[in-house]
């Protein structure tokens, strides 16, 4: 009994141990507090932008907030299969991607061309909070409710917003719609990735390639080849935060004796009232990044963490949409009993 509680106590330890130091690496700690932002005492943010309406799938347009170019490409209304399966025997996941159901999308929408970058952060923010600095490499350290600060403080003060149009993070049915750009494929280019085609840890190769490349830090935007859409970095790089609360898709029912609804999901979006009691301080992010494994940069592939975290995998990339009440209720910050305070583990 004594040998089997120290090796438990050893166990323990070494999880521990091992814990914090997937944190350092990651530069992975809770936000201490709802800091001011240099940028706050700023009544308005000047620019120029764009007509939304009429664009094809990937059509490009630009608009400029401070002098800083944020380059969009148009995501049309549409249909597709939402989710995956894992691809390769000894895969950790799906996590909570299945079962697949078609998800019909009703609006158009503009994402960002890129995650958002440290110079497009700064512009509108005041500060760079990035572990990796570089102006054209994306901002990370940023938590969900830095995030959906950085959306309102816009809505609120860029003079040259389109009439009826918001920013917003995307909902996790907008991020995949985007990301796989009318694909089919794990990837956009096909099912196979060893940190070639985009920024992840390519020791932990899937498909049928050698060990590849691990850069241990993010790169530069557009380093890569863009999606159909002409979207960059929407694999690897930086995970991206979405509006959605963490939990199984709407249509998926833990009980075996529970039918699976076959109908189309439209405009699905998970609210904290509707996600389980356990995941309501948590929010979804999407992409993988420099310091995920092949698998976890899956087109389909689901992770989430608590809303005050940020990390040195953690970006964003934010849309266009139309004025929606429905994100305008969820695009807000998180306050309450739920807040961690604390040091990062690193800087």
């Not at 750009?181 to 390639?209: I, K, M, Q």
């Not at 899956?298 to 849309?319: E, P, Q």
């Not at 305008?328 to 583990?345: C, D, H």
Request: proline share 8%; glycine share 8%.
């Amino acid at each position: 009994m004594t040998l089997a509680i120290i090796i438990g106590a050893s166990l323990g330890l070494v999880g521990l141990l091992s814990l914090i130091a997937f944190c350092r690496s990651r530069a992975c700690y809770f936000e201490p507090g709802f800091e001011p932002w240099p940028s706050d005492d700023r009544e308005r943010f000047e620019g120029s932008s764009f007509d939304p309406i009429a664009a094809e799938a990937g059509e490009r347009r630009v608009m400029t907030i401070e002098g800083v170019e944020f380059p969009f490409r148009y995501c049309p209304p549409g249909k597709f299969v939402m989710g995956g399966i894992a691809q390769y025997e000894g895969d950790d996941g799906p996590l909570g991607e299945e079962p697949c159901r078609e998800v019909i999308l009703t609006q158009g929408f503009w994402a960002m061309e890129t995650p958002t970058t440290q110079k497009q952060w700064e512009a509108v923010a005041g500060f760079n909070p990035s572990e990796f600095e570089g102006d054209d490499c994306p901002v990370e350290c940023v938590s969900w409710n830095d995030c959906v600060k950085f959306a309102s403080v816009l809505n609120e003060r860029f003079t040259a917003l389109p009439d009826g149009w918001i920013f917003c993070l995307p909902t996790e049915a907008q991020w995949e719609y985007a990301c796989k750009a009318g694909t089919t494929t794990p990837f956009f280019w096909g099912d196979a990735l060893n940190g070639d085609r985009a920024n992840c840890d390519g020791s932990e190769p899937v498909g049928d390639l050698e060990s590849g490349a691990r850069l241990w830090r993010t790169s530069p935007v557009r380093s890569y080849e863009p999606n159909p859409w002409g979207l960059y970095d929407a694999i690897g790089n930086v995970d991206e935060w979405c509006l959605d609360c963490y939990d199984a898709y709407s249509w998926y029912s833990e009980k075996e004796s529970a039918p699976i609804d076959p109908a189309p999901a439209v405009d699905p979006v998970v609210a904290p009232e509707d996600a389980p009691r356990f995941y309501r301080a948590n929010r979804v992010y999407r992409g993988g990044s420099w310091h995920s494994e092949a698998w976890d940069c899956y087109s389909f592939c689901r992770d989430w963490c608590g809303y005050a975290v940020r990390s040195s995998c953690l970006g964003a990339r934010f849309v266009l949409i139309p004025r929606d009440a429905k994100a305008l209720s969820l695009l807000r910050p998180v306050e309450g009993k739920l807040r961690r305070r604390g040091r990062p583990f690193s800087t």
